[in-house]
């Protein structure tokens, strides 16, 4: 009792009048507590996993229920203010960061696994499930979620819906898309609907297929209905090294044209692979210029069929190292190192930017090349990791940001490793979404008219652009003006 | 901009021109499925999409077709190369399969249509040509129109040509049939069957994949009923109805003397009557109502129809 | 408000490096028990570097949410193995508490008076006694999670030769002396002549170095470098204390520290090295569940020891669902910041629900109180092993 008292002593009373009168109709709405807008929590909400800057957070709601998303929603139309949602803040494309000073909706206190309903093959989640915790929570039941993102064991199921997710598995699998049968939002007029629906067609425009991958700009999604995935009970794991990048890009294209459908292929260079070595210690081997993991499941025979063939078509792409995991620890081991790899380049300088772009698998050593060259003309460390079955590249370019003018280097090498990608027939993004990132490259895959028409699509669920303003549609043909959504009227640390 | 943007197929460029800026226009491919979404209205001129396959790239996986070209002549091209889409076969037309968006009721074994849909290129209603998606599998630049086009029964755009994701057709695939088991039993017994199908009495099951794999599920089957090797599905019933899987796995609701066929853990169910109109949310048909103004201002991209009364 | 009331920039005197260190990947959030609890940014490792950034390069005020942001944390450093860059986190956070510590901006005093008995044995032993009485006449309050009856008077420990040492401390001596005497009596049974340390060596400073008292720290490290004969291996029973002594290297950045941290060693880590030594013995029949304490995960890394040298002598042995997650001990943490102490372990006890074990098997006195105060039966390792070669 007496510590007590003295620890609210020490602690001195907070000022509650924040001097905002939204401020202080969202702590009506809400709670204090769950209302933030100090300069401690507005300077964080700034930012997600990616470079960019965005403007400032206005202030942090933590919502619990529906009905508070759908309050927040209401009161900033009421004032006039913009809405950002935002999960785990993971996203490397600037998608959560707020521009302007819009309120960010934190949707991590929404974080219950509500229903598994193994009879439709779902689960109902709120959006601030981690996703690794619901597989963890269906591991005993012999389900899993099949999106597996890189940061899986942190991103959330909301922020796997905003970013339409994919991950090595999804090669297989399909990505978040596929994987989403219905969901609850709130669109930007306050009002919460169902979108999609648990029977097999459901009826009207497919809102829901539109909905996931629109990067928090339609609406906030508050529940969702995932499909949840029989786990297999073979499954067999290749580790392959090579000599030249091209060896293994060619085995990852031949495995496809033979008419193997792998679970995953994924393709480490050199020096990532030293990284990730460093960090796992999964028996990595460090001398390849290319490590490629290979990943078959499904029934005993079948999977060991499926191996074979790939382990043929690796030696005949003059694969030097052959390996089966022999257990499933030594499995996960490698999967660890593969999922932390963009983490663990820190021990090699402390700045990266991590790109994503596709290329027709047929184009990937081609493209790698080029990549090759661009890290050498502009003198910067390019390593790659990618998931090679589906053509998604993620070069890695490392640098140190306190280094004179190494900015300017690395943003115009990433510009033309976009442009080789989309000359090879590539596109954007496979995964990350556009964002903030790419909106400048978006009239080099889209001409005015498609542009106008993915706006026709924003407006349709969004006409008074309050929801995630100035993300995804380049300036000019979006409803909001970027350019007012840049200047920051207020000093967030004042 | 890069110049190659800028869609230059005369044959595209031609059927634009057909489509044009005014006037009511809705696209006809083998009018399989001519009844559904309300009655055609304002006597809309009647088009065909063009025709052809354009590139197709089995070691990608995709293949880049005119949405005029038939379903049937589609899937012989791709068996050359050991390969299907998820488009079901009715005798219609690929365009007319997406712009319908009805799954095979075979989907658990190869993929729903709105999955297999990676890009989409449609004439606007002011006779522009919109492309969206990307000839990759996976991408995620821009908004979904491909997703919005599947299931859409041509009131948004008018699609003239698409690529689409294709899969490797499996080594082996067998129907079995028996009497008097449970289909839902079966269905949460086996791996990932293509198809389980059930009439209330017979219980039908699609295995594909490798052969040792298709003979050991078979062997499964075999635990749980005399399941015998038959040519393929039954006869289904003339009226489709989407349910989710544990309704169909318990139709009919009611009693009563239905005939239908169930697709277990898919939730098609096919009955010789029509399914009661289902409801949408009037906040969600809100949305509809706007998305069609803004692609659509005038109503002049198949007139009558509603994609929202399917 | 700035550190000396002006608006200069304040050094919190992390290294750069270390600083630059955190690409912000956000790995680390689900492995940090307040963010776990609050879903909270500025209670997460991601979200306090980023704020130690922006005081000690971006001249961020010394705001009371910075404050709160620092103060909140377990220090339980479940981040760094978390972390693919290798940002040592719990350094950080120890030099920029030290620096508010110093400025009068963290650890007010009444929680420096709260640790002053801890280095002295005197004092505790008073503390402990009057603590002894107040709970027989049931006025101690729950949240100081004194589970386990605290004796009035306690055993003698007697030292049964001269090969190693086993540290006795200061808050574990006075109430788990059991823990202690098991520990004795194992090592001895394994042929090893054991020196219990008591007032040569009373504190090993690791809640004053949470704390930001790192000063404190320093010289109770001294004086029992000073005080302990050179070269005996020190064995360690806490998790929390070992941990802290084999930072010392670290701390006072001396060859003599470092050589000194080389011979310290955990409990188990120990047993684990001279395994053959173990007697065997019939297990107890028990399904135990293993609560790794974070000092000993996270930070000695050596929790395997704990199943290598616990598994013969129990019926089953479980692991928690929770990845090691903290359980909101964390030395005073539990009483400086009771209510998110209570939820993390409340996390804890739904995973230890989860596992269905006859008791928990915990090798951290701060995590057996914390936890038994809310009736989870917790034993630590030794006195299971103790329990089974009797």
């Known amino acids: ?494 | 901009m890069s110049a190659t943007l800028t869609v230059d197929d005369p044959t595209l460029l031609g059927f634009a021109e057909e489509v044009g800026e005014t006037g009511p226009v809705a696209i006809v491919g083998g009018q399989t499925r001519w009844d559904i979404g309300g009655e055609s209205a304002g006597e809309p001129r009647l088009l065909r999409a063009p025709e052809g396959i354009v590139d197709y790239k089995p070691e990608e996986m995709t293949v880049q077709v005119r949405a005029g070209t038939t379903v049937a002549d589609l899937h012989v091209a791709l068996a050359e190369k050991g390969q299907r889409t998820a488009l079901p076969d009715r005798g219609g037309t690929v365009g007319g399969a997406l712009a319908v968006g009805e799954n095979d009721i075979r989907a658990l074994g190869r993929g729903r249509v709105r999955e297999s849909l990676l890009q989409v290129r449609y004439v606007s209603a002011e006779g522009r040509i919109v492309s969206s998606g990307g000839p990759t599998v996976k991408n995620v630049s821009g908004f979904d129109l491909p997703r919005l086009m599947v299931g859409s029964l041509g009131t948004l755009g008018c699609i003239a040509e698409v690529i689409l994701r294709t899969n490797p057709i499996p080594a082996v695939s067998r129907w079995l049939h028996a009497d008097r088991v449970d289909a839902g039993t079966t269905f949460d017994g086996l791996l990932h069957p293509s198809a389980v199908l059930t009439d209330g009495s017979g219980t039908w099951v699609q295995l594909e994949g490798h052969g040792a794999d298709v003979d050991q599920q078979a062997s499964i089957l075999q635990t749980l009923g005399s399941f015998t090797e038959v040519d393929g599905p039954p006869v289904l019933p003339e009226h489709r109805w989407s349910l989710s899987p544990s309704e169909a796995g318990a139709f009919p609701a009611s009693d009563g003397d239905l005939a239908f066929v169930a697709a277990i853990g898919l939730g098609l169910v096919f009955a010789d009557a029509p399914q009661p109109l289902r409801r949408l949310d009037p906040a969600v048909t809100l949305i509809n109502e706007r998305m069609k103004q803004n692609f659509d201002p005038t109503g002049r991209l198949n007139p009558g129809r509603d994609a929202g009364r399917k | 408000m700035t550190l000396d009331g002006s608006e200069a920039a304040v050094d919190l005197k992390i290294d750069a490096d270390d600083l630059n260190k955190c690409v912000q990947c956000g790995l680390c959030l689900p492995h940090c028990p307040t963010f776990r609890v609050t879903g909270d940014e500025t209670m997460s490792p991601r979200g306090r570097i980023k704020l130690m950034r922006e005081v000690q390069d971006n001249d961020a005020p010394i705001s009371s949410d910075v404050i709160d942001a620092f103060s909140t944390c377990v220090q339980c450093r479940g981040c760094e193995p978390a972390c693919p860059s290798g940002v040592p986190y719990g350094h950080m956070m120890e030099s920029a508490r030290e620096t508010l510590a110093d400025a009068g901006e963290m650890t007010p005093t009444w929680q420096r008076l709260a640790m002053k008995p801890l280095a002295s044995p005197a004092l505790l032993n008073a503390g402990t006694r009057a603590l002894s009485v107040a709970q027989k006449l049931k006025v101690v309050p729950e949240r100081l999670g004194l589970s386990h009856e605290i004796p009035l008077t306690q055993p003698k420990l007697e030292a049964t030769g001269s090969d190693v040492y086993l540290f006795t401390g200061c808050v574990m001596d006075t109430m788990q002396r059991s823990v202690h005497d098991a520990g004795l009596q194992v090592l001895t049974k394994m042929g090893f002549g054991v020196m219990p340390t008591g007032d040569a060596a009373p504190c090993c400073g690791a809640l004053q170095a949470h704390a930001g008292l790192a000063g404190e720290t320093r010289s109770l490290a001294g004086r029992m470098m000073q005080n302990l004969e050179p070269d005996v291996p020190i064995i360690v029973d806490s998790a929390g204390c070992g941990a802290a002594m084999k930072d010392y290297g670290h701390l006072l950045g001396t060859d003599e520290a470092v050589a000194f941290s080389e011979r310290v060693f955990d409990m188990q880590e120990f047993l684990a090295l001279h395994v053959d030594k173990l007697p065997e013995a019939e297990p107890l029949d028990l399904r135990v569940a293993v609560q790794d304490p974070c000092h000993l995960r996270h930070v000695q890394r050596v929790h395997e020891a704990t199943r290598t040298v616990l598994r013969p002598f129990v019926r089953e042995l479980v692991e928690l669902d929770d990845e090691g997650l903290c359980c909101g001990a964390g030395g005073a943490y539990s009483i400086f910041e009771p209510e998110l102490a209570g939820q993390i372990r409340d996390r804890k006890v739904a995973s230890i629900d989860r596992a269905t074990p006859d008791v928990v098997a915990s090798a951290n006195p701060g995590c057996s109180m914390h936890l038994g105060s809310v009736g989870v039966p917790t034993k630590h390792p030794i006195e299971l092993i103790f329990e089974a070669i009797s």
Request: hydrophobic letters at 40%; charged letters at 20%; glycine letters at 10%.
């Open chain 1, 1 to 494: 009792m007496v510590l007590s008292k003295l620890r609210e002593l020490a602690g001195g009373s907070k000022d509650e009048s924040s001097g905002d009168p939204f401020v202080d109709a969202l702590r009506n709405a809400l709670s204090a507590d769950r209302v933030k807008y100090d300069g401690a929590h507005r300077s964080l909400h700034s930012h997600d996993a990616s470079v960019f800057d965005g403007g400032n957070s206005g202030p942090v709601v933590y919502p619990e229920t529906t009905a508070e998303v759908q309050a927040v929603v209401c009161l900033a139309n009421e004032h006039q203010r913009n809405v950002v949602p935002r999960g785990a803040g993971t996203g490397l494309a600037g998608g959560a960061i707020p521009l302007g000073v819009p309120v960010v909706v934190a949707v991590t206190k929404m974080n219950a696994i509500l229903e598994v309903d193994e009879a439709n093959s779902i689960a109902w989640v709120e959006p601030g499930v981690i996703n690794l915790d619901l597989t963890r929570h269906l591991a005993p039941l012999g389900y899993h979620f099949a999106p597996d993102p890189s940061s899986q064991q942190v991103c959330t199921v909301g922020g796997n819906v905003a970013n339409n997710s994919g991950g090595p598995h999804c090669l297989a699998y399909g990505v978040t898309n596929a994987h989403v049968m219905a969901m609850e939002i709130v669109l930007p007029s306050g009002d919460a609907v169902m979108l999609g629906g648990l029977d097999a067609e459901p009826q009207g425009f497919d809102l829901r297929g539109v909905f996931v991958g629109s990067e928090g700009t339609l609406g906030i999604v508050t529940k969702i209905a995932v499909r949840i995935t029989k786990n297999r009970p073979a499954v067999r794991t290749l580790l392959m090294a090579f000599d030249d990048v091209r060896d293994a890009a060619n085995t990852v294209s031949d495995v496809i044209a033979d008419g193997i459908v792998p679970a995953a292929m994924e393709v480490m260079d050199k020096a990532i692979t030293a990284a990730v070595e460093n960090y796992v210690g999964a028996g990595y081997p460090t001398d390849a210029a290319a490590v490629l993991l290979a990943e078959v499941d499904g029934l005993d025979s079948g999977v060991d069929i499926d191996a074979d063939r790939i382990a043929e078509i690796g030696r005949a792409n003059n694969a030097t190292d052959v390996r089966l995991a022999g257990s499933d620890e030594e499995r996960m081991l490698l999967w660890k190192g593969r999922k932390t790899a963009f983490g663990a380049v820190a021990q090699i300088a402390p700045d990266y930017y991590l790109h994503d772009t596709v290329v027709p698998r047929s184009a990937l050593a081609d493209v790698l090349d080029q990549i090759y060259a661009i890290s050498d003309k502009y003198e910067l460390l390019i390593m790659n990791v990618f998931h090679a079955g589906d053509g998604n590249l993620h070069p890695l370019i490392v640098f140190d940001g306190r280094d004179e003018g190494v900015l300017d280097r690395v943003h115009a090498a990433g510009g033309e490793i976009i442009t080789a990608s989309l000359d090879a027939g590539g596109v954007l993004s496979g995964e990350h979404g556009i964002g903030v990132e790419k909106q400048k490259y978006m009239d080099r895959m889209f001409t005015d008219d498609d542009l106008d028409h993915q706006n026709r699509l924003r407006q349709a669920f969004d006409p008074g652009c309050r929801t995630n303003p100035g993300k995804v549609i380049p300036s000019g043909h979006s409803c909001a003006d970027i350019q007012s959504l840049r200047s920051v009227p207020k000093e967030v640390w004042g």
